[in-house]
């Protein structure tokens, strides 16, 4: 479901069937565009005023977008590239893949825009494979555009050239990481690769390259068409415009809602019809699996915003937003995402090819009665070791997930390790008792 109120910007009247260029022209689709082509805009001022509209990247990490486009270098002769990071991989995060489906143009201008102020000549897509409809789609929206003269060489008269390309990923979660994905571009595996160098001075093919989210480059048409003070002045200071929630889990009408930022997450909760069967809230994670969970009394106080998110002990991230009822057992939650991320580490770095499996054997074995009073502290020396110590994030990811779930439900860990049973009951509460290595991979079975 999503949010068309007098708010949004990037999905509003869109229905699905309305995606062509056809109809994105009739919204005002590539004005912003033409003007600047027309006017000769410098592209300095095209920074600029993305810079001003406080945009921060959608992605995940929040970076100032503006600022990101400033550090390709100007003057640099040869090819330089943007890459807009469609491959969304992250457990509870469904929005780029319906901003994709209802309005690609969007993306495909905004890439087009960014490429004029960065001086870049060709932009690449890198779309998650398991969503094969709408890489086809896509395909069709860039040919739509080259046919109207909106790519290729000499954009609209102007001699400014630039191309997009779409490329399709293959479900792998390490490549969400903008190196990871640069490295699967080129057809290498995707692993991260060592920073510095940054992309921005040795990105796609060793050439400067900025990665930015779907959302983001959605965003960027309406900035250029309105103005960056009018973006900012959607949101709060510091997190200009609106974002995509996809709130899943319990709730009664789960889906992709448009909001400001700085809408307070109750009044979130209740465009997504409250907790499902009148049940009370018990906790959310903000911005995607990776992030820190925070219990319902703390979200309940708090904006959805990143300014906000953070100084309540989390991080807005995707803005996948996971809603947990009282019925949650937390113990079994957390495996869950624990063996999520000992199944996506791509093996590169010890801390985190080693640290996620014991992570998951040690939630597994507590979640399967058979915990010991020394796991939970176990369970922090390892997330210790993880993060902060890998190339990429993805350490980070799995340990923050159990340093947050130990930090505010440790008394759920503690009873199931002390009775050898659940400290809830319900549905999503029922453990998995059985032999010693049941749910295991077999490797992983025979040395639980």
Known sequence: MLDYGPDAILMAGLDGANWRLADYEKRGGYEALRKLLADQVPPERVIAEVKKSALRGRGGAGFPTGLKWSFMPRQFPGAKYMVCNSDEGEPGTCKDRDLLRYNPHSVIEGMIIAGYATGSTAGYNYIHGEIWALYEQFEEAIEEARRAGYLGRDILGSAFSFEVYAHPGFGAYICGEETGLLESIEGKKGQPRFKPPFPASFGLYGK??????????????????????????????????????????????????????????????????????????????????????????????????????????????????????????????????????????????????????????????????????????????????????????????????????????????????????CLVSGPDSEPKWGRAGAHLPPAMARAA
């Open 208 to 421: 400067p390259t900025t990665v930015n989210n779907t959302e983001t480059f959605a965003a960027v048409p309406w900035i250029m068409r309105h103005g960056g003070d009018a973006f900012l002045n959607l949101g709060r200071p510091n997190n200009g415009g609106t974002k995509l929630f996809s709130v899943t889990g319990h709730v009664a009408r789960p889906g992709n809602y448009e909001v400001r930022l700085g809408t307070p997450f109750a009044r979130l909760l209740e465009m997504a019809g409250g907790t499902r069967a009148g049940k009370r809230l018990k906790a959310v994670i903000p911005g995607g699996s990776s992030m820190p969970v925070l219990p319902a009394d703390v979200m309940l106080a708090t904006d959805m915003d990143y300014d906000s998110i953070a100084k309540a002990g989390s991080m807005l991230g995707s803005g996948a937003v996971i809603v947990m009822d009282e019925t949650t057992c937390m113990v079994r939650a957390l495996e869950r995402l624990s063996y999520f991320y000992f199944e996506e580490s791509c093996g590169q770095c010890t801390p985190c090819r080693e640290g996620t499996g014991w992570l998951y054997r040690v939630v597994h074995r507590i979640e399967t009665g058979r915990g010991r009073a020394e796991d939970l502290a176990l369970l922090d020396n390892v997330s210790d070791n993880i993060a902060g110590r890998t190339i990429c994030a993805l350490g980070d990811a799995a340990a923050l997930p159990v340093k947050s779930f130990l930090k505010h439900f440790r008394h759920e860990f503690e009873h199931h390790i002390e009775h050898r049973s």
